[in-house]
């Protein structure tokens, strides 16, 4: 089965390690596949490239890159949320005349059309929500 | 089509996730909705005669010091059996 | 895969973080890709169609003029819990004619007829 992931709850609400990165590391060494982890709202926060993670504990944006890196999975930023946050990539900076982009290179930002995309083709797809 | 439900809190999101599972549906409690095992037993309990599966990850129960060993009205989960759970219901978050 | 079929479960109140907007921006979403979606008011997100909402006084958007519009977007099958409606007081209040009351029986199987199922 092929699963895909919709992430809102942002990085901070996981004391430890964050669920859904244990839920897609658990995804990609069964039998099954990891095609697509969008953000969604806070969620997007998981992208950002500027978070200082103090030294002891993991930095959320590096595990899922590493992870996207070795088993090709899609790492997806809603735009209309990540932009909201202050979330943007080189393109949109660049669009907005922004100084600088924040999102870190190993995701992208993309539309709601493509979650609309990944429930059309059929994937599993597992949300994680936030706490609030 | 039979769902699994996950709950991540104990409070409204848990009693909102209570009012909508049938019969068939499983039920994972993960992060603070753990505490339900202890907070709220009663409506727990009875989802087994309901034949509703209940299941509590595991991660989350040790984290908190809790021991669902004694409890015979729920499961242990690991993350590998919450994807296998995952991969045989479709999913439905609650939070 | 024309079987893709969701279910939006609003069961926040209005203005709470921002999440039945979440909710509503996703199911419209999912309309513009001729995805056939619902919506079930359940809980505190039975508030939602609590009439007379002024959101502009604590500068919001109107999730109530919102909920007005949604079907342009052809998001027309709504279902509202009626025992959330009767433990706020909300029992007698106007409902759109898309919108049925589902009891307490009747919840638990609307999930299982779609393939997918969303709450905010």
Excluded at chain 1, 84 to 99: K, Q
Aim: hydrophobic content about 45%; overall charge negative; proline content about 4%.
């Amino acid at each position: 089965m092929r699963f895909s992931l919709l992430v809102s709850s942002p990085p901070a609400d996981s004391y430890g390690s964050d669920p859904a990165l244990q839920f897609a590391r658990a995804v990609v060494r069964s039998e099954h596949e990891l095609h697509r982890v969008f953000f969604y709202g806070d969620g997007v926060f998981h992208g950002s490239a500027l978070a200082v993670v103090p030294r002891d504990r993991p930095d959320t944006a590096e595990q899922w890159a590493a992870l996207a890196a070795e088993h090709q999975v899609d790492l997806v930023l809603c735009s209309a949320s990540a932009t909201r946050r202050g979330v943007l990539d080189r393109d949109e900076a660049e669009r907005r005349a922004h100084p600088a982009a924040s999102a870190h290179a190993a995701f992208a930002l993309s539309g709601l059309g493509q979650l609309a995309d990944t429930y059309l083709l059929g994937d599993r797809i597992v949300t994680f929500g936030g706490t609030r | 089509m039979t769902l699994l439900h996950t709950v991540n809190s104990d409070a409204s999101a848990l009693t909102d996730c209570l009012s909508a599972l049938s019969q068939g549906d499983a039920l994972l409690l993960m992060q603070n909705a753990v505490y339900a095992l202890h907070s709220r037993p009663a409506e727990l309990a009875i989802l087994g005669s309901r034949n509703i599966r209940l299941f509590a990850l595991h991660d989350d129960l040790a984290a908190r010091g809790l021991d669902a060993d004694a409890i015979d009205w729920v499961e242990t989960a690991s993350y590998d059996d919450f994807v296998a759970l995952a991969a045989r219901h479709s999913v439905c978050a609650w939070y | 895969m024309s079987e893709t079929s969701v279910l939006v479960i609003l069961r926040s109140p209005p203005y709470h973080a921002g999440r039945s907007k979440s909710g509503l921006d996703l199911a419209m979403a999912f309309a513009a890709f001729d995805i056939p979606v619902a919506l079930l008011f359940m809980g505190d997100g039975v508030w939602q169609l609590s009439p007379g909402q002024a959101a502009s006084e604590i500068g919001a958007k109107s999730v109530e003029k919102t909920l007005a519009s949604l079907p342009l977007y052809d998001i027309e099958q709504w279902y509202v819990d009626a025992a959330a409606l009767a433990a706020r007081g909300l029992d007698g209040i106007a409902l759109p004619e898309h919108a049925s009351r589902v009891d307490d029986e009747t919840l638990p199987t609307l999930l299982g007829r779609f393939s997918q199922v969303l709450v905010f």
